[in-house]
Structure formats: C-alpha cells, structure tokens
C-alpha cells in the first residue's frame, strides 16, 4: 500500500501538506476548547487573562454532568444493545439472499441516519406524545437512538459477510455441526469483531446525540449532550462544559482506536 | 426559566373575569407533614446540588420539614400544565402563561396565604394580579420576575440611550452591531415601542395585537434586522458578543449584564422610558395534590428570604420577597435587580402568550395568536 | 430444525422480523403519524391538536414566500456544505489510503474521527470564537486588508462544513483503499500523469463514496438548527422553522408539515444516487 | 466391491441453467474417483448435492444403502475439502482439526489424541498450536485435509484442492493426496480441471461437459480411447482428422484422433503397410518442452498434425533447423481413435495444433 | 541486435530484505525474454524498477540508449500487462485500450482507429462496448494486452499474466501470446513460475534466486544444460544423484544430473560399454501421464531414479504390472550433466523422485 505512487513524490509533499493544514484547522477549535477549560474568564474571553483548575474541580464535584454522563452511558448502552440484536438479524437475513423486497428493506435501514435528525426526532416525539400518548422517558430516547444506531451494526456485520462468504459455515456443517452449534462456534466468533467495531460506533453516535435526543428525552432524563446544551445558557457554567467536552475528546481516543483495529476492513463505515 | 418558558405554548383559555375559577375548596391549616412531597420546577428553581455543590436549597428543606422532595424539571409551559393535568404533583411553579390555564382548568386550588409566614414579606405589586388571582383569591404564591432590559456598550455608544428608538427607528447608527431577543414574543417589544411612538395604531396591550397592528410590529422588526449583527438567545451568546464587541446595543437580562460587566465589559442596562416586557412567576399547589401539607412547607420554604435571595442570585432575577435583600451575597443585587422598586415594576408587561381573543379586551376584532406571531418571526429573520 | 434447512425463504423471514417490526413499526409508524399530524390543525385556544383534516399547513408552506426562501436557502448550503467537504476530504482520505504508511495510517483515522466526539455544541460555539470580531479569523485577515466574514451565511456554511467533515473523509477514505493500487500503476504506465489519473481513474471509481459522504452532509446539514443559531447572526434554515413551530409556537402539525420538505429532499437525494451503489458504501 | 455412491437421474436447476441435468453415477468404496471438465460444467455442483449443501430439482442420491437426498449436510457420512479451505481462522490447527469430534461430543482427550494422530498423518505433527495464517498453502491444504480425515467419513469430497497452489508444490501435493488415501483407504471424489493431475491419480475419472457425463473411464481408457472429441480435445493434446483429410489420409469417412506422441516423423515415406498411416507435409512449426519437443506438420492433405518426440537421445537439440522441411508422418492404425461426433456441442474440439 | 533494456549494478533493497541484489542484465530487442523462479526470487521487482513503479537503491537502468533510473513511469516508453490485468471497472473495453492514446492527447478518431486495431490484434474484434465485469478471464487478459500494445511501446513487461488462468485457457493463450509478439515484434519481458510456460515461449530465461540470476540462457541450454543444481530442481523434472550413489552408478565424485526421459528401462544389463551408465534396481511406483509413464525404481545403490517413456507403441499400458520387477537403468554418460554446487543454498533440490 505505502508507496504505491512512489513515483509521484510531488503529488505525495502536496498531499501530506495538505493534510497537515486541515488537520490543523480540525484541531485549532478543539485546542481552544482544551485551552479555555483552563481560563480564567467565565466565557473564554479572548487571549485568556489567566489560568486556573478551578473549572476541571467544578466538573469533578458536578454531581449534574455525573448523573448525565450516567444518562448517557446507560441510554447509549442499551440503544447499542438492541442495535446490535436487530443490525445483525438484519445483515443476518440479507446476506446472499436476493429476494424480492430487498432493496427495501436496506433502504429502510438506511433511512433514519440519512434523514435529517430533526425529521427523526420530530416523528418519534409526535408518535409518542400525540399519536400514542406516552410519556417521554428513558425509554422514548433508547428506543430512538436505536433506531438510527442499526445501520452501522447492520454494514459492519454486511462488510464482514461479503469479506467471509458463507464456505466456514458449510464446512462447520459438512463436519456435523447443526445450524445452532454451527451459529454458535463459527458464525457468531467470526462477527465478533465486526459486531464490536458495529457497536462502538454505534455506541459513539447514540453519546453525541444531541437533536433526536432533545425532542424524545423528559425533563428527568438529561443526556451529557443536553447537560452541555443547557450548561452553555447558563452563566458561569460554559467553562465546565469545556472540560467536559476535553475529557471526552480524549476519552474517545480509547474506542475509537479498538474499532479501528477490530474492523480495518470496515473503517469506514460509520 | 421564565426566560425563554413563559413564551411558550399555549394560549390561556380565557382572560381574567372572563371565566369563573371552578370551585376548589382551599386548604384551611397546615397539618402533619407526608413525608414526602412532588414538585413540578423550572430547571434551577428547585437546585438539589446536582449541578454545583454550593448551589443547594432542597437538602436543607428536606433536612428541616422531613419532607423528602420529588423534583420533576420541566421544559415548557405546556408541558407544566400536561403534568399537572396527571394529579401526581403537589406543587408547580407556572409562567403567566400557564397560570391562568390552570386555574381554569382547575388543576390548582386556591392559596391560603394566611398559612404562609413569608407571604406578608412578598412585594405588593405582586399580588392579586390578574395572571395570579381571581376576584382577589390569590391562586399562588409569587416567586420571581425580571425585566428584558437595553443594554449597551458604554464606549462606543454615545450618548447613553434612554429610549427603545436607539434599537428601532436609530438602530442604523449602530448598524450590524445591534442585537435582539431570539423568539416570536420579542414581536412584544416592538409593540410595546409602537404604543408610544405610533399611538394611531391604537396598541393598548403589547400581547394583543390585531392583524394591522402586527403588521405594523412586523415592519418595525424588518427594518430594523438590517442593523441587526445576530439574535441571541442565550447568555453565552449575547455576553461573548458585547465582551468581543459584536454586538453593541440590544435586550438584555440584568443577569447578563451583571455577568458581562463582571467579566470587564464596558456595558450597561437601563429600563427604557417606554417601560419593558418582563416576566413573573408563580408557585401553585395542585387541586389533587396528595402531599398538601408538604406542599405548603414548599411554599414557604422557597419564599422565605434566605432561600429567595440564593434562588434570585443563581437564576439572576429579581426575588418576590424584598427581605431576602438582607441575605444575597452580593449587597448590590437588590438595587440592580430593582427588587423593592414598585414603579420600576410597574412599568413592566409580563409575558403572555398572545390569543386570538384579544387580550386587552377588545371584541370587534380578532388578535393574532401565537402562531401568527411565529410566522411573522420566520417572516422577520426571512 | 429441518424446516429450516428447507426454506431458506422462512429462514429470512424470521430473521428479518425483528427488524422489520421495529424498523417498520416504531420508525415508519412515527415518519407517517408525522404526514397524518401535518394534515391536522392546532386549536388555538386550547393549544390542543384537532384530528380534522386540512390541507392548510401545507397551503401555508407553499404559497408564504419565506418559506420558498428558506428551503431554497438550506439545499443551497447544504450543497455548497458538501462541495467543500467533498473537495477538502479527497486529498485527505486520498493521503490516508494511497500514501500514508500502515501506522500513521491508523493514526490518521483516530485523528479524524476524534473530533467527532467532543460535542457538537462545544466545537460550534469554537467556531463562534474564531468568527468573532477580534477573533483568529479576523486577526488574520486584518494585515490583508480583510476582516472576518462575522456571523451569518458564510459562518454557517464553514462551521457545519467543519463539523461534518469526518463524515465525508471516512466513506471517500474507505473508497479508495478499495481501489487497488495496480489500477494507479497501470495509469502510470500508460502514460499519464498524477492529475490525469485522479481526474480519470480515481475520482470517478471513488464516487459512490462521495456521495455516501455527501449523504452524510446534505442530511445533517439539511436539519440543522443549533449551529446556525450559534454563528449564523440573523440567518435561519429549515430545521429553525421546524424547532420553532414545534417548541414555543406548540404547532406541531404545521412543523410536521415543514419537515416534510427534507423528507422530500433526502428522498428524492436518495432515488438520484441508488444507482451509482452509494447506498452500500455508507 | 460396494457402491459408497449413488446418483441416480439427479437434476439441479438454477433458473434456467441446468448445472447437472439427469446425471446417473455409481462410485465404488475405496475408489479414488476425479471429476473433470470445464470451467461451468458442473462438477462442483455435483459434490455439493452429495455433500448436501444444495438440494437436487429431481433424482436420488444415496450414500452406501442409505437415501440422503432429504438429509442436511450435518446429517450426512461425508466429509468436504473446500477449494479454499475454510480453515476456521479464529481457531488454531488443533482446534480445526478437532472440531468434527467436539461437534460429536466426542471426549476431549479423546479427541485431541485423534486430531494430533490426524495432523501426523498430514505431516503436520507440531503445528497444532498454529494459527491458520502462519500457514503456507499447502499447509493449510493438510490442515484442510487433516480436519476432515479426523471425523473418518465413509466418503471425502475434494474440489479443486490444488488449484491455488503453484506448479512445484501442487505436484507435490498431488504425490501426498495419493499417498494419504492410500494409507486410509477412504472413498475419495475430487474435482479438478487439471487433466494431468486426473490422469495421474484417479483410478477412474468421469468428464463433464454442461451437466452431463461425456465419458466415464480408467485413466488410460481415457486417454487412449476418448469416446467423443470433446473428451479427446479435453484430456491431453489430440490431432483430430475430419472430413477431407480423413478421407485422404485414413482412407474412410469419420472422425479420427491420434494422439502426438503416436505419431513418427520420417524423412521418407516408409514401405507400404496396411497398417501404418502415412500424410506428408511441411513442418511449420518447432517447440521445445524440454523432455520433449513438438513438430507441427502442414499436411498436404490440409490442416496440420503435431508429433512429440522425447528429447531422449539428442542432448542439444537439432530439431529447429528442421522447420520449413519436408517430412512425413506416420502411425499404426490400431492408435487411431474413431470418435462418436453424436449431436453437435458448443463446447467440441477443433483440429488442435498443439 | 541492439540492446533494448540494460540494467547495470541495479539493487533493490526492502529493509532488510534484499529483493533483487547488485543485478546486471541486457535483453535484446525483440527478444521474448523470461524470468522464471520461485515465489519471493525478485522477478517482480526487476519488472517494477523497469517499468518505473519503484526506485532502485542502486544502479542504473537504462532503455535503449537513454538513462531511466529517475524518470517516473509515465515517461518511460514500456508498458505493463500487470497479474490482476488492472482493467479499469468503470471504463469500457474500447475506452480501456484508448486510455494511453488518450493520455497522449492523440485525436479522437486516429485513436479510436487504433484501439480498434488492438483489438483485433488480441482477436476481441466487437468487445469494444462491453465492460470489463462482462469478460471472461482469458478475454480480460486480452485487454490488459491490447490495452498495453496500442501504445507501441518499446518494451512490454508481463507480470505472470497467464497465472490465474486454467490450464487449457493458458495453452491456447500461450500460443497467441507468441503469436502477436511475432507479429508486432516488440520486446516481452515476461514473468512467469511456471517452468514449462517459459521453456516453450523463451527466446532466453533468467532463472531467479534471492534477488540474483542463477543462470541465463535458451531454453535448450537451460535444460539440457542446467549451470547448477537449483536451475536443474526448478526447470523440468531431473534426478539428482550425489554422494555414494554418484561414486556407485557414475564412477565419480560430484554432483550430477540426469533427466528422466534421458533414462532406458531395461530387462537386462546390457554389453559393457563405457559410454553407458547404468544402474540397477527395484520398480516402486508406476505413474500413467498419458503421453507418457513414468517409472520409479529404487536403486541398489540408493536413493531413487524416475525413467519416463513416451507411451508411443503400447496402446493400452501394461506397464503398471511391471511394479516390483527387478529392472536395469541406463542412459548415455554424456547425458549427465556435472552439477555445480556452489555454496549451499536454501532453496537446493534433493533427489526428486517426481
Ligand atoms: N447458485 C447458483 N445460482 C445460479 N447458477 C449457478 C449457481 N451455482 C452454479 N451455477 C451455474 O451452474 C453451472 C455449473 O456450475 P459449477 O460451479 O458446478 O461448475 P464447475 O464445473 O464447478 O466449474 P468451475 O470449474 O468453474 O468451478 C454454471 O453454469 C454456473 O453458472
Ligand atoms: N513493498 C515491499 N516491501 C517489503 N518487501 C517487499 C516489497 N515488495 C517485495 N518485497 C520482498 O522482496 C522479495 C522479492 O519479491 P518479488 O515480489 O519481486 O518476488 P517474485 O519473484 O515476484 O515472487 P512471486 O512469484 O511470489 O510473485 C520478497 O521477499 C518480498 O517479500
Ligand atoms: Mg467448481
Ligand atoms: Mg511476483
């Protein structure tokens, strides 16, 4: 792969240059964001006037940003959960099969990640509340975000089926294994890790989730996104939000890293 | 809270006088507490220490009544009144929005402010006001209000302003520097401009405005977009903006200004002399409540002048009980906040959602609603 | 067991349940509770929805001309929002796939999914910062004579640029790396040069993951209503008429009505590209 | 000698495409039986049916006395070696090798001691700790080889179990294979379209052209008695004589092959002999294959014929210079082979110059 | 003969791994010219420093007369038919052969023109508007080729472009392979692992060995005369005798090589004669190839020989009886060919039996 182009050394400097800038600019807004958790000023008056702890204290003893960060683990856990149980029956079924309908069904796979968040949390929060008559609640933000969250199980689980074929469930057949044990033994240890990869990413899209969860999440259930949202038009709260939003920059380093090395053959799949 | 609640939502059934309160009995004492008691709060009228460790009022209460407290947040006002619709809470804290919706609706019973030791304590221009009593029956115990003030940069903008002009029929010389509250209700403010300088128009209410003379508030609030740099809707913004110089001029909340000053801004807010809208809150008990004793504790608890004076200086308001100016920690605040000042008071109208029945009593035409009023902001920013 | 074995239709069929039944029920029951809400009308005075029917919201949609603009004004963005993203992540992703060794390879990938996770909100009030009048933007420009676009269009249409980039390298990054190295030697040999093999060989075999990106950033564009809040001045899209008419005005079905035009949008978007097999690249 | 297989009239459609279409086969216990052909005619589908992993649209297939048409694959005496070999690849050798017995329930030290007894007989004795991507090919072949000897089916299934390996290590392997089934002594039905590879290790070999079978022989019937041209131009090189030619050099109307290494090369016409062929031509061509070299002959008669003669006695090879001389070909008429023409296939043998 | 390629001093080193090691090599123009070796010997790599995909850690490769090491691959004139054929998916045939034309901003309609001659050429007259996924193997390769000699480059390299075909499609490719390269005349730098593809294609073979060229020569000299004792094991099929068998049978110390076909198989020692070798021995193992059989006998001495004999005269081979048999080989002392050594290298054959 490396030097694939050796030849075209000019092309390689602009391109790594290139990268190098908007790398740059990626990171000039997060450093800032990393710097003003840091400031003195309440709202990251501009150059900092001075420097100080006291706002990563404040996040350590905020009982608001804990209980919301425990918000937003639990409801990103379980939406990754069913995401997974209903992405890889999905992937499951769709593998070599070519039925009729099949489009469809992958398109409405799809469809909840490529309609715009406020389509989607507009609909459920008008299911709910107007249709069905239901409490918003814990529930209301799972089952959301595991509405959207199934695609990216569902192509990790695809990208691996396409790269496997279906020969080591035969062989695990042809050697007197039945469909379960087969299932149990083959199939399932071989999605391992592109239902892990599924899952992280999964798990990282339901944590950032800030629109579908403003219109499914009650008052009572207020997800690290919304903590931030409300933190932020609150006074002297926006310095806390930063080193939060730092922490979790850097903590997001961990699973991402593990994705990438459990899917290499699915990188990109969001 | 009230900030961006009491604009919200629904169009209160019917104005003062023109219904009749369904008869719900009041309570007459205050017995043995429940053990426990469900409030229905604002974000930050209810601090538990959950967001700052210092900022905490409900541990305390607990500690003294026994009274273990239920708080349920809620977003907006018509959620407020969906929740208490259930019966599962004892207490709420309502918007001029939402109050006389559920009184009429009977959701809340009527208050017994003899039972309330920090009643008498509450300022007078707060009472028996027709977003909170009916025929004088108190149907809740005040909280809190503000003002939406005029805030300008004291550097660049010279001579100090003393009138709402400077963001409307003036705004050019401040053009793209001038800012403005973020929501259909802020049509309020040009309306209430219009009623003094255009008095053909006829406007009496800021919140009951007839097609034309939307119209009217619709064309003041175009023309002046073209000066406007950003609206705002949040401290955040509206502080970074004056601190970096975007903006210069514009509404405010004395709390954001009172931060930007703090931070080294050379800003100030005045009440202009056209007067101002604002915004008022109420604690209600409900009609069902299962927790009334506690309830009342409540209500006597968050009213007392200590606890308004922590509430008031966390949420950045003026506090309802004019003795908690002996217990904020900044000795200005009251001062700031006007708290005490009647007159400055008086020159506020609170929010109320806008309804086609014309709020100011007028019946030959029909007012716009609310949701005129968000398609005529839509309209506005274009 | 056995049945199984002989019917691979049913097989799928129970697989497929599941999904299907919370896909179609849960998700497409709410998409169309949301055509059937933006048919009704609110009751103005008890702020109630009244289940009667009328064409009136969407009467309202296309003959009031401000929403005519405002739509037209959200595809604008959100097609200049993808061109840019588009543009900045081929070199990137083309660096990443084609040049990079192994390691920085990987690393490249974290760096560039990181971002993704620091909150959406906190990196565009970043941005509120940069744009500022005394801001990083400004501070550069001024020496050229220039000075920072502030708050409105522009500022929009960088900040959610920035903000969805990550989803436009990603899919482009997987792209390529699936075009095998051979094919960029061949063109070598045959003669032509860097440019002419990007232009004519990369670029167009890469496509499908363009626009897996773009579907990306046309969408979260499309449905934006926070950033442009943030640095977008007096500017307003779509999802700002949505939120609005949802939240303080309570008029849900004439926001549902709204939100059916990125509804339209996304899938008629969608129809456009099936057949370039984007849908597979996402 | 018992049948460990039995086809009889089995079909299998896919859509319209009759990948094995009214096939009738009987392979014996013990037998070492290759299936060959071209690339779509069918033979991977055939092993399929007896391994089970498709059903057959109409016929019976038995294994030993037993009808499995109905039966899954788990369900089933017989063992598959897949063309890529579906090593499990989160398992380690052992664990592949064991995994038909663990499947069975079988004990665990039981178990190990056959699957590592299994790998010895691989020659692989030692690697059971391995991963499967520490292997080489033919490493993974034996694994492959290995997993399914261990469960000791009545019969083995091999598709094309050399054709990713490179010419040195498939000869090689093809010695092993032999070797192995030898030592076991299992039925084994292979798959290849290698005709070399067939010839050399089958004990009978059923050709396949679209579905059918066109011959079924022993190597050597194959070969020196092709039945029709497609098998004469599929297994080994053949000089097929038609029409004209047939006529003036055979002297009868037909279709005849001979195979080149039957055919001398003469710088004169010998003396008459009824039971010697003779055509007369230009050679046109001259290749070198190292043991042996192959003259391409421009009959007068038209067409052309090849002869291969073994580099056995000229150690430096003169036969170069001969190109563009006049020679003649000759061979004993009893080589000469009449082919069955029967209906006209796509797929038949042209006169092939080499 | 002019010199089209010209390689001097050319090293290419991977880290540690030494790909191709200090190389000097001239092929002539028109030549077919082959490089044969085992997996991993650097014959890609040769091919890549031609062709400009890598630079060489040292040396200089010139074309012609012109100095290349440092020009990039689209300033050379050479041209690659890679492995995998590289066809561009999303062009059709016609716009994947015009695609050098098109580089080189020739007109539409001369191209056109051009691209249209290539593929006749290549015998795909009428594919111009599939796709590539439309195409067959073999057809695929075709357009790799075409696509490869519209441009009339000096020098075409072929990186075993006959690899991943099946071995009758690789029979009737080899031979028009030759074909158009005598008809367009232009030199083939051809890569192959395939010994018996290189010896029947090759004007000269190099055979590779860790990055260095074990020997360079003709075919015939190749196998007739193998430099050493790895080009014997890799070219053809050789009995190596060494050691005591070599003192026993050939008389000498040494290491030496005789072919299998170079073998007589016999029922009785023949009259003493000095200009014979002969050897005596049991036979234990027949192999039926067809054309030919192959007989292994276990000599006296030690270790075993292979004979193979053209099956010209027996019809039907009887051969197979004779297992067992006590037989007498011999063969022409000047058939045996004396080995160097060298310094041991990994790779060495052993006495093959096969
Ligand atoms: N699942 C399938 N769906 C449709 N057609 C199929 C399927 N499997 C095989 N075929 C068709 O059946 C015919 C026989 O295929 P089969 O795989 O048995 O051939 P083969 O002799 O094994 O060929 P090869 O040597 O290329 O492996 C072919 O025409 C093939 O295209
Ligand atoms: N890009 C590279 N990086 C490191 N080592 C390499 C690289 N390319 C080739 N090598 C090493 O160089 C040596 C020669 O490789 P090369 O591909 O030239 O062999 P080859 O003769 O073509 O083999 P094969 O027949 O398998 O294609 C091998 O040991 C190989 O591992
Ligand atoms: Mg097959
Ligand atoms: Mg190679």
């Known amino acids: ?84 149980v209903l992405g890889s029956l999905a992937g499951l079924a769709l593998r070599r099969t070519a039925f009729f309908g099949r489009n469809t069904v992958s398109l409405l796979i799809i469809l909840p990640i490529a309609l715009p968040g406020i389509v989607t949390g507009l609909a459920f929060k008008n299911e709910f509340t107007t249709i069905l008559g239901v409490e918003l609640s814990f529930w209301t933000i799972v089952i959301a975000h595991a509405t959207f969250c199934i695609v990216t199980v569902f192509n990790n689980v695809q990208a691996r089926f396409q790269r496997l074929g279906t020969n080591f469930e035969q062989a695990s057949m042809d050697l007197g294994a039945g469909r379960w044990t087969t299932f149990r033994l083959i199939t399932f240890p071989m999605m391992g890790s592109a239902l892990l990869a599924g899952g992280l990413l999964s798990f990282g899209l339901s944590f950032d989730e800030i629109v579908v969860t403003q219109f499914t999440a009650d008052a009572d259930h207020r997800t690290l996104p919304i903590w931030i949202f409300e933190n932020l038009f609150r006074p002297n709260q926006a310095p806390i939000v930063n080193v939060v939003a730092a922490v979790l920059v850097i903590l997001s380093a961990i699973p991402i890293y593990l994705a990438q090395r459990l899917s290499s053959d699915t990188a990109g799949a969001r | 809270g009230t900030d961006s609640g009491s604009d919200d939502g629904a169009k209160a059934g019917a104005q003062q006088g023109g219904f009749t309160a369904p008869d719900i009995p009041m309570q007459q004492s205050i017995g043995d507490g429940e053990g426990e008691v469900d409030i229905l709060a604002w974000p930050g009228y209810a601090e538990d220490g959950s967001t700052d460790k210092s900022i905490d009022w409900v541990t305390p209460f607990e500690k003294q009544t026994g009274c273990q407290a239920n708080v349920k947040y809620f977003g907006t006002s018509d959620e407020a009144v969906q929740l208490m619709k259930t019966g599962e809470y004892d207490v709420v804290s309502a918007s001029g929005d939402a109050t006389l919706r559920l009184i009429a609706g009977g959701q809340v019973a009527p208050v017994n402010t003899d039972l309330l030791t920090n009643y008498a304590d509450i300022e007078d221009f707060l009472k028996g006001q027709q977003f909170n009593s009916v025929d004088g029956q108190m149907y809740g115990v005040p909280h809190g209000w503000g003002a939406n003030l005029l805030m300008y940069n004291t550097d660049v903008v010279k001579p100090a302003p003393t009138s709402w002009s400077a963001v409307f029929d003036d705004a050019s010389t401040y053009a793209g520097k001038v800012t403005a509250y973020d929501s259909p209700i802020y049509i309020a403010d040009a309306a209430l401009y219009l009623m003094t300088h255009e008095p053909d128009l006829g406007i009496k209410d800021p919140y009951a405005l007839d097609q034309d003379q939307l119209a009217a508030a619709v064309d003041l609030l175009k023309k002046q977009k073209e000066n406007v740099s950003e609206y705002w809707s949040d401290y955040l913004k509206e502080v970074q903006a004056f601190k970096t110089g975007d903006s210069v001029i514009g509404t405010t909340w004395q709390v954001i200004a009172s931060v930007a000053e703090g931070e080294g801004a050379k800003v100030a807010a005045i009440l202009p002399e056209e007067g101002s809208t604002g915004w008022s809150d109420t604690w209600m008990v409900g009609a069902k409540a299962a927790h009334p004793n506690c309830a009342y504790e409540w209500m006597n608890w968050i009213t007392g002048p200590e606890v308004q004076a922590q509430v008031a200086e966390y949420f950045g308001e003026a506090p309802a009980n004019g003795k908690a100016c002996d217990y904020t920690s900044d000795k200005t605040f009251c001062d700031t906040y006007h708290v005490t000042d009647a007159a400055y008071a008086d020159q506020i109208h609170y929010w109320t959602t806008p309804i086609s029945q014309c709020l100011d009593g007028r019946t030959d035409v029909t007012c716009t609603d609310y949701g005129d009023w968000t398609t005529a902001w839509t309209e506005i920013k274009g | 067991m056995s049945i199984l074995d002989r019917r691979p239709g049913l097989r799928v069929g129970l697989l497929l349940t599941p999904p299907m039944l919370w896909l179609g029920v849960a998700y497409l029951g709410a998409l169309a509770s949301l055509l059937i809400t933006s048919l009704w009308t609110q009751n103005d005075f008890t702020g109630l929805i009244e289940r009667v029917w009328t064409l009136d919201n969407f009467r309202t949609l296309f003959t009031v001309e401000v929403y005519r603009t405002i739509t037209l004004r959200t595809i604008g963005i959100a097609v200049l929002v993808t061109v840019i993203d588009a543009v900045l992540a081929f070199p990137i992703a083309l660096y990443m796939a084609k040049f990079a060794s192994p390691r920085a390879q990987r690393l490249l990938v974290i760096a560039v999914l990181m971002p993704l996770w620091a909150s959406y909100l906190v990196k565009a009030y970043a941005w509120r910062g940069m744009f500022s009048a005394d801001g990083p933007i400004a501070w550069i420009a001024r020496p050229f004579g220039l000075d920072t676009p502030g708050y409105g269009l522009a500022a929009t249409t960088v900040t959610l640029a920035y903000l969805w980039l990550p989803y436009m390298i990603l899919p482009v990054y997987a792209g390529l790396e699936r075009v095998p190295d051979s094919l960029f030697e061949a063109s070598a040999d045959l003669g032509a040069g860097a440019g002419h093999t990007l232009r004519r060989i990369v670029v167009p075999m890469v496509f499908p993951a363009f626009v897996a990106g773009s579907i990306f950033t046309f969408s979260l564009t499309m449905g934006d209503y926070i950033a442009v809040k943030i640095v977008g001045g007096t500017t307003q899209m779509l999802g700002n008429v949505v939120y609005d008419n949802q939240g303080a005005a309570n008029n849900l079905p004439f926001a549902a009505a709204v939100a059916t035009v990125p509804i339209v949008v996304m899938l008629a978007y969608l129809a456009a590209v099936r057949r370039t097999g984007a849908l597979e690249n996402l | 000698m018992t049948t460990a297989i039995s086809l009889r009239g089995v079909s299998k459609h896919y859509g319209d495409v009759r990948a094995v279409d009214e096939l009738d086969l009987d392979i014996a216990d013990g037998e070492f039986f290759s299936m060959l052909g071209p690339s779509g005619s069918g033979k991977t589908t055939v092993l399929r049916l007896i391994a089970g992993f498709e059903d057959p649209t109409a016929g019976v297939i038995r294994l030993g006395e037993d009808d499995v048409t109905r039966l899954p694959p788990y369900a089933r005496d017989v063992n598959t070696v897949f063309q890529d070999y579906a ?12 995994y038909g017995l663990r499947v069975k329930k079988v004990a665990k030290a039981e178990r190990r001691a056959r699957a590592a007894e299994a790998l010895e007989q691989v020659r692989l004795g030692g690697y059971g700790d391995r991963r499967p991507h520490q292997l080489s090919g033919g490493q993974r072949q034996r694994v492959a080889l290995a997993r399914a000897l261990v469960n000791r089916p009545t019969v083995l299934l091999l598709d094309e179990p050399l054709g990713a390996l490179d010419l040195k290590l498939r000869r090689e392997m093809q010695v092993e294979l032999k070797q192995i089934q030898r030592e076991v002594g299992i039925t084994f039905v292979f798959v290849t379209h290698d005709q070399e590879e067939a010839l050399t290790m089958s004990d009978r070999i059923a050709v396949f052209n679209e579905g059918r079978i066109e011959q079924l022989a022993t190597p050597v019937e194959l070969y020196e008695r092709p039945a029709t041209a497609f098998v004469a131009g599929f297994v080994g090189t053949s000089n097929v004589l038609r029409d004209d030619v047939a006529r003036t050099v055979v002297g009868e109307d037909g279709v005849f092959m001979i195979r080149p290494e039957k055919v001398r090369l003469q710088a004169a016409a010998p003396a008459a002999d009824g039971s010697l062929c003779v055509a007369e031509g230009t050679v046109s061509e001259v290749v070198y294959l190292g043991a042996s070299t192959s003259t391409v002959v421009a009959l007068d008669a038209g067409g052309s014929l090849t002869a291969t003669h073994p580099n056995a006695d000229t150690s430096l090879d003169d036969a170069l210079e001969r190109r563009g001389s006049r020679v003649v070909l000759t061979w004993r008429r009893e080589h000469l082979v009449a082919l069955d023409t029967g209906s006209p296939r796509p797929h038949q043998a042209t006169p092939a110059a080499h």
């Open chain 4, 87 to 98: 090593i499990f690849p989160h398992l380690s050798v052992l664990e592949n090798v064991e």
């Open chain 1, 1 to 84: 792969m490396a030097g694939s182009m050796q030849a075209s050394r000019g092309l390689r400097t602009t391109l790594r240059v290139f990268t190098g800038l908007v790398l740059v600019v990626i990171y000039v807004p997060l450093a800032l964001v990393l710097l003003n958790s840091f400031n003195t000023d309440n709202t990251f008056g501009w150059p900092p006037p001075g420097f100080t702890l006291h706002w990563w204290d404040l996040a350590r003893q905020s009982t608001g940003a804990r209980e919301a960060l425990w918000v937003s683990l639990r409801v990103a856990a379980v939406a990754t959960v069913v995401a997974l």
